[in-house]
């Protein structure tokens, strides 16, 4: 079992910058592949960025890429989001989550993994 609490979400303006971490607990992380998602309201979940259990891969939404950056550090259990240059659409609920399954590359979709934070809230006014 995997519990993973994300961080760091807030209110800021467009083209500001905001790294997201997700905390998980157990000694099975470094085996995982870990996913960011969102979801804003009215919108299903949608994928933001992915990255192997070793962090040698990484996959990114065409919406994202080049602004946003995730990373792991499975020392200390972690996976970071880096966001910069942020938009007012990139507002949404943000969501780590965990896939127990070897993949590589690490998959894309929600329904994939098997584990979940509870979400930070982000919000990007114009």
């Known amino acids: 079992q995997v519990q993973l609490v994300e961080s760091g979400g807030g209110v800021v303006q467009a083209g500001d910058s905001l790294r997201l971490t997700c905390a998980a607990s157990?000694?099975?992380?470094?085996?995982?592949?870990m996913g960011w998602f969102r979801q804003a309201p009215g919108k299903e979940r949608e994928f933001v960025a992915v990255?192997?259990?070793?962090?040698?891969?990484?996959v990114y939404a065409d919406s994202v890429k080049g602004r946003f950056t995730i990373s792991r550090l499975n020392a200390k259990n972690t996976v970071y989001l880096q966001m910069n240059s942020l938009k007012p659409e990139d507002t949404a609920v943000y969501y780590c989550a965990a896939d127990r399954n070897l993949a590589n590359p690490p998959p894309r979709y929600p329904s994939n993994y098997d584990y979940w934070g509870q979400g930070t809230q982000v919000t990007v006014s114009s």
């Open positions: 990255i192997s259990w070793s962090g040698g891969t990484t």
């Open positions: 157990g000694r099975a992380f470094s085996s995982y592949a």
